[in-house]
């Protein structure tokens, strides 16, 4: 009898072990056990805000105001138009494609401290949009503590190099306004200038006063197209559709006309009066105590002064000790240009033969 019952109790013994070995081995719990791992020490919780800021600190960076397919922006239509940051459509949201923009514009400077560009907007230049609270008082894009840089009147030997070296140096961009005259004698510098990323509009050719009573509407014209040519003919690429009035006198027929050209007009929020200052800190007390007082703006200056030059690296210290925030301004659309004034300004830069005579022919040492 105790023999009978030691067997079964073995036997029973013997399928729950069989049972207990296919459940831990083979059953599906099996398949959502971990893996094996290297232990490590658990991470520590983040605090409730920083973790908050983490996922948003690199999307804020850029605005993105694009749309992605099957998914409708919230940002409501303006003439500021979408971010020049296209989503993929392998992203999952505008946050992730602001994401990736913001790690290649960190990517690509060496200072982790630059002030750097906050965010970038794409223009939609249709009909010849105002910029600028001087002058132009309906777009108003700029959230508090941002800015836009601008400089007139280059490019210009020494001068232009030393603005772009201040820029490079805190990875921030600008919008440039040079003359057409300017533009011809120092192409490779206005090349400088674009190669580095930064936006290049147009100044007229000459720097005439298209608001004066004897600039006549054709005459207004050829400086505005001839300027825009000039340009083009520099850098070897189609400039973009943005355009500022020398001394910002606006005509209305000039307006009328950049406006059928679809050209965006820059006057300023905030002029530097750079060409009047005595000295580069001058400079930099004037924008600064403007700009704090006004609390954001599009900023006049002119890459052509040399004092605004040697301000320049003072003056990109203070907006970032400020806490102020560079936003850059791209055109949506390169400008075309019209081929009857590339054409006359390739004609009208035509160089004399050049001489076939042999260098010791013509220049010969007489004394040393």
Same mark, same amino acid.
Not at 271 to 291: G, P
Not at 320 to 348: F, I, N, S, W
């Given at each position: 009898?105790?023999?009978?019952? $030691?067997?079964?109790?073995?036997?029973?013994? #013997?399928?729950?072990?069989?049972?207990?070995?296919?459940?831990?081995?083979?059953? @599906?719990?099996?398949?959502?056990?971990? /893996?094996?791992?290297?232990?490590?020490?658990?991470?520590?919780?983040?605090?409730?805000?920083?973790?908050?800021?983490?996922?948003?600190?690199?999307?804020?960076?850029?605005?993105?105001?694009?749309?992605?397919? +099957?998914?409708?922006?919230?940002?409501? %239509?303006?003439?500021?138009?979408?971010?020049?940051?296209? @989503? #993929? +459509?392998?992203?999952?949201?505008?946050?992730?494609?602001?994401? +990736?923009?913001?790690?290649?514009?960190?990517?690509? &400077?060496?200072?982790?401290?630059?002030?750097?560009?906050?965010?970038?907007?794409?223009?939609?230049?249709?009909? $010849?949009?105002?910029?600028?609270?001087?002058?132009?008082?309906?777009?108003?894009?700029?959230?508090?503590?941002?800015?836009?840089?601008?400089?007139?009147?280059?490019?210009?030997?020494?001068?232009? %190099?030393?603005?772009?070296?201040?820029?490079?140096?805190? &990875?921030?961009?600008?919008?440039?306004?040079?003359?057409?005259?300017?533009?011809?004698?120092?192409?490779?510098?206005?090349?400088?200038?674009?190669?580095? $990323?930064?936006?290049?509009?147009?100044?007229?050719?000459?720097? !005439?006063?298209? *608001?004066?009573?004897?600039?006549?509407?054709?005459?207004?014209?050829?400086?505005?197209?001839?300027?825009?040519? !000039?340009?083009?003919?520099?850098?070897?690429?189609? @400039?973009?559709?943005?355009?500022?009035? %020398?001394?910002?006198?606006?005509? /209305?027929?000039?307006?009328?006309?950049?406006?059928?050209?679809?050209?965006?007009?820059?006057? &300023?929020?905030?002029?530097?009066?750079?060409?009047? !200052?005595?000295?580069?800190?001058?400079?930099? *007390?004037?924008?600064?105590?403007?700009?704090?007082?006004?609390?954001?703006?599009?900023?006049?200056?002119?890459?052509?002064?040399?004092?605004?030059?040697?301000?320049?690296?003072?003056?990109? $210290?203070?907006?970032?000790?400020?806490?102020?925030?560079?936003?850059?301004?791209?055109?949506?659309?390169?400008?075309?240009?019209?081929?009857?004034?590339?054409?006359?300004?390739?004609?009208?830069?035509?160089?004399?033969?050049?001489?076939?005579?042999?260098?010791?022919?013509?220049?010969?040492?007489?004394?040393?």
């Amino acid at each position: 009898m105790r023999s009978a019952l $030691g067997v079964m109790l073995a036997s029973a013994v #013997s399928v729950f072990v069989i049972v207990a070995v296919w459940f831990w081995t083979y059953s @599906p719990r099996a398949v959502l056990a971990a /893996p094996d791992s290297v232990s490590a020490r658990l991470a520590e919780r983040l605090p409730a805000a920083a973790s908050a800021k983490s996922t948003r600190a690199l999307a804020d960076e850029v605005e993105v105001t694009g749309t992605i397919a +099957a998914r409708p922006s919230t940002v409501a %239509p303006s003439t500021v138009a979408s971010s020049t940051v296209r @989503p #993929s +459509a392998a992203l999952a949201s505008p946050a992730l494609a602001a994401a +990736a923009a913001a790690l290649q514009m960190k990517a690509a &400077c060496a200072n982790a401290d630059a002030l750097g560009v906050s965010r970038v907007v794409e223009i939609d230049t249709t009909g $010849g949009p105002g910029f600028g609270f001087e002058h132009f008082k309906q777009l108003d894009f700029l959230a508090d503590k941002e800015v836009v840089l601008t400089f007139d009147d280059g490019p210009w030997p020494s001068n232009t %190099p030393a603005v772009l070296k201040a820029l490079a140096d805190e &990875c921030t961009k600008a919008v440039f306004f040079p003359i057409g005259k300017h533009a011809t004698y120092h192409p490779e510098i206005l090349r400088q200038v674009a190669a580095a $990323g930064h936006t290049v509009g147009a100044h007229t050719w000459s720097h !005439a006063n298209l *608001n004066s009573k004897k600039m006549t509407e054709q005459q207004a014209k050829d400086e505005v197209e001839k300027g825009f040519s !000039a340009v083009k003919l520099a850098l070897g690429a189609a @400039p973009s559709p943005f355009f500022r009035f %020398p001394q910002l006198q606006h005509g /209305p027929a000039a307006m009328a006309y950049l406006g059928s050209r679809n050209i965006a007009v820059f006057s &300023c929020d905030l002029d530097s009066f750079d060409f009047r !200052a005595k000295d580069a800190a001058q400079i930099v *007390n004037t924008v600064m105590t403007k700009l704090d007082k006004q609390g954001k703006g599009i900023i006049l200056m002119h890459d052509f002064q040399k004092h605004t030059a040697e301000a320049l690296p003072t003056l990109l $210290g203070r907006l970032k000790a400020g806490g102020y925030k560079v936003v850059q301004m791209r055109a949506k659309a390169p400008l075309q240009t019209l081929a009857e004034y590339d054409e006359g300004l390739v004609k009208d830069m035509k160089l004399p033969t050049v001489s076939t005579r042999a260098l010791s022919n013509v220049v010969q040492t007489v004394a040393q």
